[in-house]
């Protein structure tokens, strides 16, 4: 039977997981975890991933949500973590030109500032050669007047000139979710909300797992020959588990991000700029906002629920209003934020913001395989690396020819463009298709960032929506439907966090439509009062995290 990446098809195929033998279970449902379930199966073998709570709902929706090559890693001389990354944004970009978008970024120079002239024109160059970036994408310098003509907010008094680059600006947890049902059409089988709670032993060889899922309230046994544990943050949790937590561990470090409307802070382009305690941030507009990030701090409480403080949003308020005196922004102006967690490797005597996200994996005497560090942009390559560690057991026992990853060709669900100029000319027409129904340019261009071509499916369904006045809700119920059918969306919240992003990125659309989206869910799954207040709320929970400031 096909594996149907569905709300609807979640339960039952759950069940008919512990009648057969898997090649791989793969723990943690974030961008690794993902990652990995691609190049497994696209390598031919019988995949099951396994994430407690919804796809992409731990690091992988919590990052600055940029594709990029990681230019202070320069400084810190990671030379190879440069390169590797920098070549991988043109591979990502290239999967999902809808998803992955160009997005220049200004780097002013300033008087006492982190980089120099000679500096940061010679480190953008190498960065640019080690990326091999070509053509309008590589670096510029400007001069004063020429940086204040691309961001006029910046302080002329200090300011000097400015490095010009090429980056990637992404949503991390949509990136997840295309992953996902990309692995699932290759025959991998994820699920959300399936809990992980123990691992089957034979002979002291992991075996197998079992499974809770949250949904059901059913246990599973689910048999395998390797398990891949990429659970991120909760890496050292699975090792513990399997009693092979011995040396090198995990350093958490929490990212916070802070969200302003971008009429209170109306920049014109992304600018990666100093702070006065000497580390460096971005400001990145998009939509109708602007996000400010990040923070880097050591983290030891909770990674359940992982928290914005006053003082996270407070730092990152000073920095800019130190960089853009003529902004103005208080607490009152942050209208959402984001918190996650980097699972480092640990490294004595080094501060968060020294250590080096590289990834690194672990075998134990039980066989299982755990990985950890490494950063968004380097997914791919961290999925090829433990999967060949897979490949080489196989081979080595006879189970499995060696098959070498090829995922660097796959395109991603609705990311079937050949470049960013065709991204923009089919953005251009849903926008006319939309003006018609009288929806708002913002809509087409949410629609495509976040579906691609997959906006065609979407719009297809209106019609089953006459009924419906309002062209935004219309566009909800169509957009529901083709989530609940493709995205395995088991809550409400699944929507409106990680499929949509709308708490983040139009969080008044959240407290608008949160009624039509339980509504929804309610008649899907025959829910109750009691569930239904339940599911209400999970939502108003979701809200107050990423508004309110302890």
């Not at 246990?219 to 009693?243: C, F, M």
């Not at 297809?460 to 935004?472: A, G, T």
Request: hydrophobic letters at 40%; charged letters at 30%.
């Amino acid at each position: 039977m096909e594996f149907q990446f569905s709300a609807s098809s979640h339960f039952k195929q759950f069940k008919s997981l512990s009648t057969g033998r898997f090649d791989v279970i793969v723990i943690g449902g974030g961008i690794t975890g993902a990652g990995i379930a691609v190049d497994a199966a696209k390598r031919g073998l019988k995949v099951v991933l396994f994430e407690k709570g919804d796809f992409a709902s731990g690091t992988s929706s919590r990052s600055t949500k940029l594709i990029h090559g990681g230019l202070r890693y320069l400084k810190q001389l990671e030379i190879g973590l440069v390169r590797e990354v920098g070549m991988e944004r043109s591979i990502v970009h290239k999967m999902a030109p809808h998803m992955v978008i160009p997005e220049k970024m200004l780097l002013p120079l300033v008087e006492d500032g982190t980089f120099g002239k000679w500096a940061t024109s010679l480190g953008l160059w190498v960065y640019d050669v080690l990326a091999g970036v070509d053509g309008d994408d590589r670096r510029e310098m400007l001069n004063q007047e020429e940086t204040l003509a691309k961001e006029p907010l910046l302080n002329p008094e200090k300011l000097i000139g400015s490095g010009y680059y090429a980056e990637y600006r992404t949503d991390d947890a949509r990136l997840t979710i295309e992953n996902m049902k990309r692995a699932a059409q290759l025959g991998a089988m994820p699920f959300n909300y399936c809990h992980v709670k123990e691992f089957i032993y034979k002979k002291s060889k992991a075996v197998g797992v079992k499974v809770f899922n949250e949904i059901t309230g059913e246990e599973i046994e689910v048999k395998s020959n390797y398990i891949i544990n990429a659970a991120g943050p909760w890496v050292d949790t699975l090792r513990d588990q399997d009693h092979s937590l011995e040396g090198k561990r995990l350093h958490l470090t929490k990212g916070v991000h802070i969200v302003v409307p971008h009429a209170k802070f109306p920049l014109k382009q992304a600018v990666y700029f100093d702070v006065p305690d000497g580390r460096m941030i971005f400001a990145i507009p998009r939509g109708k906002i602007t996000y400010i990030g990040t923070t880097d701090t050591d983290y030891k409480d909770n990674k359940d629920l992982v928290l914005t403080k006053k003082e996270d949003a407070d730092y990152l308020l000073s920095a800019v209003m130190n960089t853009f005196p003529s902004v103005h922004l208080t607490i009152k102006d942050v209208c959402s934020s984001w918190a996650g967690l980097r699972p480092l490797i640990h490294e004595d005597g080094k501060s968060a913001s020294e250590l080096s996200r590289k990834d690194e994996i672990f075998e134990s005497e039980s066989g299982l395989l755990s990985i950890a560090g490494g950063k968004l942009t380097g997914y791919r390559k961290m999925a090829e690396r433990i999967v060949d560690v897979v490949m080489e057991r196989m081979y080595e026992k006879n189970e499995h020819k060696f098959v070498k990853c090829s995922t660097d060709s796959l395109t991603l669900p609705g990311g079937d463009f050949k470049n960013y100029k065709e991204v923009e000319k089919y953005t251009s027409a849903i926008e006319k298709a939309l003006k018609k129904l009288g929806a708002a340019p913002y809509e087409s261009w949410y629609l495509v960032s976040t579906y691609g071509k997959q906006t065609d499916t979407i719009l297809s369904m209106l019609p089953d929506y006459q009924q419906v006045n309002d062209i935004r809700e219309k566009l909800l119920m169509a957009e529901l439907d083709f989530s609940f059918e493709n995205e395995m969306i088991c809550k409400p919240v699944d929507y409106l966090v990680q499929r949509s992003g709308r708490l983040y990125f139009d969080i008044d659309s959240v407290n608008e439509f949160s009624h039509l989206t339980l509504k929804y869910f309610a008649k899907k799954f025959g829910w109750g009062e009691d569930r239904i207040a339940l599911e209400k709320q999970a939502i108003d929970e979701a809200l107050k995290r990423v508004t309110t400031f302890a």
